[in-house]
């Protein structure tokens, strides 16, 4: 039987990238009352959506999460980062590639934002920063962002960066009422990167 390759446990990926407004980086344990407090928040605009912000219902649940993300890390299973404000230090959401498929090397990205932090375009600059070290750092062949058909706001963000509407897959999602769901599939291929970034430097 051939072994599974475990080789990407062993790529280096930033823990930590900077942008004109935002810090991302590892959450740490420190940070469990930040994500307690954002989750809090927030937790009318996010939790129609996802399914882990029930779990976190006091500082030691959300200490307990930055734990499985820290392990999820390490074995390159799911790679997760706080955003915070350059100004404050506050945590606005996170934003991590999940799903990966290391055989392809293909992500689906993952995000949200505490209630406080949205319509101010800090998700557009974070997605911008992980799609650039996803193509850049880790040499990715694809990145997909799946939206539910209803979830307008978190549409626009894939959108707004240039990621191709590559479907609709009807039916295909459980939502958090217990309904079918359609899910909007939204990807750049690595070449499609390549365009748009060389379309931007024309500019």
Same mark, same amino acid.
Request: hydrophobic share 40%; net charge negative; charged share 35%.
């Given at each position: ?13 930033? =823990? ?22 954002? !989750? ?9 959506w996802?399914?882990?912000?029930r779990d ?18 390490i ?6 980062w ?9 945590l606005?959401? =996170? ?9 392809? !090397? ?7 934002l505490?209630?406080s ?5 800090y ?8 799609t650039?070290l996803v193509f850049?750092?880790?040499s990715?062949?694809r990145? =997909?962002?799946?939206?539910?058909s209803?979830?307008l ?31 909007y ?6 070449e ?12």
């Open positions: 039987m051939k072994q599974e390759d475990k080789s990407h446990i062993l790529l280096r990926i930033p =823990e930590r990238i900077s942008t004109r407004r935002l810090v991302i980086r590892n959450y740490v344990p420190e940070d469990a009352t930040s994500l307690w407090l954002a !989750v809090e928040e927030s937790r009318e605009s996010i939790e129609p996802l399914r882990w912000p976190v219902r006091n500082v030691d649940t959300a200490r307990i999460r930055i734990r499985y993300l820290q392990a999820e890390w074995l390159r299973d799911r790679l997760v706080g955003l915070f404000s350059k100004e404050d230090q506050q606005f959401g =996170e934003i991590g590639l999940v799903h990966p498929d290391w055989s392809v !090397v293909s992500f689906q990205v993952s995000y949200w505490r209630k932090a949205q319509g101010h375009g998700m557009r600059e974070a997605l911008r920063a992980i650039a850049e750092t880790i990715a062949s990145v =997909e962002v799946r939206v539910e209803d979830n706001r978190s549409r626009k963000v894939p959108e707004a960066l240039g990621y191709r509407l590559e479907g609709v897959l009807r039916r295909d999602h459980v939502g958090l009422d217990g309904e079918l769901t359609d899910m599939v939204y990807a750049l291929t690595s499609d990167y390549e365009d748009i970034r060389l379309g931007s430097e024309d500019q």
